[in-house]
């Protein structure tokens, strides 16, 4: 069984593929050389004249767990609002769902029918690690994965209260990505949800939580270096503190100092580029944020752009949630603590394109995105519900590769927003290369899926495939064709055949006597066994569907 | 074949037998049944699993194999356009299959308690609330208010495993525990509650009267005092058992009580802890939602998912409904009488006043089968294991079945 595309246009940033014509031969789901001419092929496309692409990647998308399940179940209005007619409706096309809490079901189908073939999902909470993979696990057509959030538990926060040494803490770290199946590590407002639970309700960097007695700063430079010497692909994926709140662009340019010259990924990081100037004191700190993202090479982050409409904010956050609770719209908001080892908070939103600081915000993601000047180093993502919808993906693209639509959606915005933003001085029209290289190959990349993410000899066959239009929106909404595994899923943006993706997991090695001390802290303090926390292989195989790949790690690093 | 244990005992094991569940159970022997560390509500609901009257499947009364029963509810569900499944007693791998059938037949989906739990949805869909889960309770709590139930009734090992600990992590005190509204004074709660958020607003009249005043029942003073020690508790949690509160728009008490919450929460910490009542409530009213878009009282018309917290109610539906299906694997819990065609698939000792019309006993999950649920927090998701080889099939294989018997 040999599938050949033939005569596409080759988008494929890892092999520096620029738009070449070539013809891509898939056997057994994977993309092999040329066969030789007594191997039959089976069956060919025509692609002449299309955009194929690999499988685009969402590397931070709030697709399952906890948090994303307490959003639809306290938000069944929001699956009514699939044919929103609103003034809002102009940023998507007719096809959009603008279902800010879709179902796993509908999850799984609304990506592929726009050619992503993985999502990972970004705030995978210990505890709570086996109703996220149950989630994810239900959602058919992609692959997933998930980062295990650490930093706010109190077992950690005790290790570094001890002093314990690199050794024990990588160990730990180690331990956690086996137990939880994840892929990478975040870590959300270092140590603040932990001190919301003693009362604080805001953390800077350098400040104490209160109990431990660590800061910010040392919880980020534990885990940045607990993740780069065990040699994970993935560099820790950081929620800086201060989220949202006007000036806190100082904490994250701060912040990129903190693992000293290690690897990190600032994620959202439209949310934390946030200044205090003008008379409304808030201000577009984009310009510094942008300069730093590209002097400062360790550094990677991702957008996390807002879009106006209704949607809602799940985070890990609840300290700064609480703060964010008043502005909720509709007016409700679920904020919990969790199991001494994080927290959550949930909280619709409605960006409102008159409102001046939604406005701004707008402009400060489109800002970030035109002024860094690495596409490796920046990731095309709304933080997934809590910008916006990922069903508006396209929308984004075209505001990137179309200057004039982007001027035109710009002058229609709070007129206050549109004198503080230098939007329209910006002229960067993004490329197709450069598109795929934000959504695939960078993508890719950034997490260590080796066979993902590119369209070279022995790559996964994920592959989209597009008609090229100006109106990239519509291009990047309807795929003509996505293959995921070599097998065709979705013909001319509806899926013609449903699949279930394998789950990518990144399992480091480790001493297992970290197991003593954590058996006697469950037994002390959980309420229930350190068996019970870990996930067996089987419960995420054992229903014949799943599948569990594990990625190697790069070489550790001492 | 008579059922076995499968395993070398002692094992430890958790007891779905309520929504705490504890996973430190040691089972030493099935017969006669010797655990560890078990409940009266643990030991009982083992004893009753390991029991050896064990039913047949039956179409009609008349025992039969297990395939003519399996075609026979298969007939009911393919003449049926609106059929009902209730009870829903089982774990998230039940309510997948149980979701997929009902998506394919166009079905009701209402749980056995959904009394309580629909009256904490409604508030919390109104307004959110401010929860917490029962680590932190353990490691944190130094004030609780138990609101409408004693809790151990509930959970009968609550106090032992989170209130009496001498472990906590942060040398904590032992939790100061008051009860408000309990038994025949639950239906005093609307007012009760009412006076409490007023009394939290220092300019309410309510403050200026005398203090041996009665509200409820409760002296101004009491309510104060209550107040008091949650305004000055390092962390505070109010417990409250939705299902408890038996009397009409009882959501808006639930909401009375996450609104004091909330405003406490504007100085101290202070968090909820809404109670479920168990049969796997939890469990599938998360499966449900992600699954559907929707927690449960829900159904589908023509594969799409539709949400009413009312309408959609066993009540509401006994007499709509063109067939039923009964399920209740964790307890042998009878169907409520309904005029269509009805199905039980349940616990093995199930014994009926009135046969159904097909019954057919599977596992009970946690023994014969092993099994995911969520626990009474919905924050953590345990693992049941399977303790005995038995020719029981689990609910997912018996619907699979069933599924694929559909006309």
């Known amino acids: 069984m040999i599938t050949l595309l033939k005569n596409g246009r080759i988008y494929d940033p ?41 499988g685009a990647i969402d590397m931070h998308s709030h697709i399952g767990g906890g948090k994303v399940n307490i959003a639809r179940m306290m938000l069944p209005e929001y699956q009514e609002t699939k044919k929103y007619t609103e003034p809002e409706a102009h940023i998507c096309t007719p096809s959009c769902s603008h279902n800010a809490t879709p179902s796993a079901t509908d999850t799984g189908f609304r990506y592929i029918e726009m050619g992503y073939t993985a999502a990972f999902e970004p705030a995978l909470m210990p505890v709570n690690a086996r109703q996220t993979h149950l989630e994810m696990a239900d959602t058919p057509m992609i692959d997933k994965g998930g980062y295990a959030m650490l930093g706010n538990d109190d077992y950690f926060l005790r290790m570094l209260t001890a002093k ?352 003593k001390d954590l058996k006697d802290y469950f037994d002390k303090y959980h309420t229930m066994q350190l068996d019970s926390f870990k996930i067996n292989d089987d419960e995420i195989s054992n229903d014949g569907r799943g599948s569990i790949i594990v990625h190697e790690n790069k070489k550790a690093s001492h | 074949m008579k059922p076995s244990i499968n395993t070398t005992l002692p094992i430890t094991h958790c007891c779905p037998a309520c929504g705490l569940l504890c996973d430190d159970l040691v089972l030493n022997s099935n017969s006669p049944v010797s655990i560890n560390n078990a409940c009266v509500k643990g030991i009982s609901f083992f004893e009753k699993a390991f029991s050896e009257s064990y039913a047949k499947p039956s179409v009609a009364g008349k025992p039969t194999d297990l395939n003519s029963a399996i075609q026979a509810a298969a007939n009911i569900l393919s003449k049926a356009n609106h059929p009902l499944f209730a009870g829903l007693g089982t774990e998230v791998q039940g309510m997948r299959s149980t979701m997929r059938l009902a998506e394919k037949t166009s079905a009701t989906l209402d749980h056995m308690h959904s009394e309580g739990t629909v ?151 202070v968090a909820g802890l809404p109670l479920n009542s168990g049969d796997g409530d939890s469990s599938v009213n998360n499966t449900s939602t992600w699954l559907s878009g929707y927690p449960t009282r829900n159904r589908f018309v023509n594969g799409h998912p539709e949400y009413d917290a009312y309408h959609f109610s066993t009540k509401n539906q006994l007499n709509r409904c063109d067939a039923l299906l009964w399920i209740s694997t964790f307890n042998a819990y009878q169907p409520p009488t309904c005029d269509a065609p009805t199905i039980v698939i349940g616990h093995p000792d199930m014994q009926f006043e009135k046969q159904p019309d097909v019954f057919i006993p599977v596992g009970i999950p946690g023994v014969d089968h092993t099994g995911t649920m969520f626990r009474m927090d919905s924050s953590v998701a345990m693992p049941l294991k399977k303790l005995r080889n038995s020719e029981l099939l689990s609910l997912s294989d018996v619907i699979s079945q069933i599924e694929a018997k559909l006309a």
């Open chain 1, 164 to 515: 314990k040494d690199q050794k024990a803490i990588n160990d730990y770290v180690a331990w956690i990505l086996h137990a939880t199946q994840s892929i990478g590590i975040k870590v959300v407002n270092p140590g603040g949800i932990n001190a919301f639970k003693f009362n604080q309700r805001r953390l800077d960097l350098d400040e104490n939580n209160s109990h431990y007695q660590v800061t910010p700063r040392e919880i980020l430079k534990s885990l940045s270096t607990a993740v780069h010497q065990l040699g994970i692909a993935k560099p820790l994926h950081v929620h800086c503190n201060n989220l949202g709140a006007a000036g806190n662009f100082q904490t994250t340019l701060d912040t990129m100092s903190a693992s000293d010259g290690v690897p990190m990924h600032l994620t959202h990081i439209q949310f934390h580029s946030y200044g205090t100037e003008g008379d409304k004191k808030f201000s577009s700190a984009a310009a510094q944020i942008s300069e730093a993202l590209n002097k400062n090479k360790h550094i990677t982050a991702d957008v996390g752009q807002i879009l106006f409409g209704q949607t809602v904010t799940a985070s890990g956050d609840n300290m700064m949630q609480q703060l964010n609770a008043k502005h909720a719209n509709p007016k409700k908001s679920v904020i919990m603590d969790i199991e001494c080892d994080a927290g959550c908070g949930v909280v619709p939103f409605r960006y409102k394109d008159q409102n001046y600081v939604n406005a701004l915000q707008w402009a400060i993601g489109l800002e970030i995105f035109l002024s860094v000047e690495d596409p490796w180093r920046i990731f095309l993502t709304t933080d997934h519900p809590n910008g916006a919808p990922f069903t508006s993906y396209p929308h984004l693209i075209r505001l990137l590769m179309d200057k004039t639509f982007r001027n035109e959606a710009f002058a229609k915005l709070n007129l206050d927003a549109q004198a503080m933003s230098n939007l329209t001085s910006l002229d960067r029209e993004y490329s197709l290369y450069e598109i795929a290289i934000m959504t695939r190959a960078g993508a890719a990349n950034l997490i260590g899926l080796n066979d993902r993410g590119h369209l070279g000899i022995g790559a996964g066959a994920d592959i989209t495939v597009y008609t090229d239009q100006t109106d990239r929106e519509a291009m990047f909404a309807k795929p003509d064709y996505v293959f995921k595994d070599g097998e065709l899923v979705v013909k001319d943006g509806k899926v013609v055949k449903v699949v279930w993706g394998a789950t990518h997991t990144a399992k480091p090695s480790f001493d297992i006597a970290v197991e």
């Open chain 1, 14 to 54: 890892t092999s520096g593929k620029d738009g070449v014509v070539q013809d891509i031969y898939i056997k057994n789901g994977r993309i092999i050389a040329k066969p030789s001419a007594t191997e039959k092929i089976t069956q060919t496309y025509d692609l002449t004249g299309k955009v194929v692409m690999a």
């Open chain 2, 119 to 269: 009256r904490n949805t409604l508030a919390m869909q109104n307004s959110g609330w401010q929860t917490t889960t029962l680590t932190e309770i353990k490691n944190r709590a130094d004030v609780i208010l138990a609101i409408g139930t004693d809790i151990v009734s509930s959970y009968p090992r609550f106090f032992e495993k989170l209130v009496w600990n001498t472990n906590t992590l942060f040398n904590k005190p032992k939790p100061e525990v008051m009860y408000l509204g309990l038994a025949e004074e639950t239906v005093k709660l609307p007012e009760i509650m009412s006076a409490l958020n007023a009394l939290m607003n220092a300019k309410n009249p309510l403050n200026k009267k005398p203090d041996n005043d009665l509200i409820g029942g409760v002296t101004i003073a009491s309510l104060k005092q209550i107040l008091e020690k949650l305004k000055t508790a390092k962390y505070g949690v109010v417990v409250w058992s939705a299902s408890a509160l038996k009397f009409p728009q009882a959501e808006l008490t639930v909401q009375s009580i996450t609104q004091l919450i909330s405003k406490l929460n504007e100085t101290n910490r």
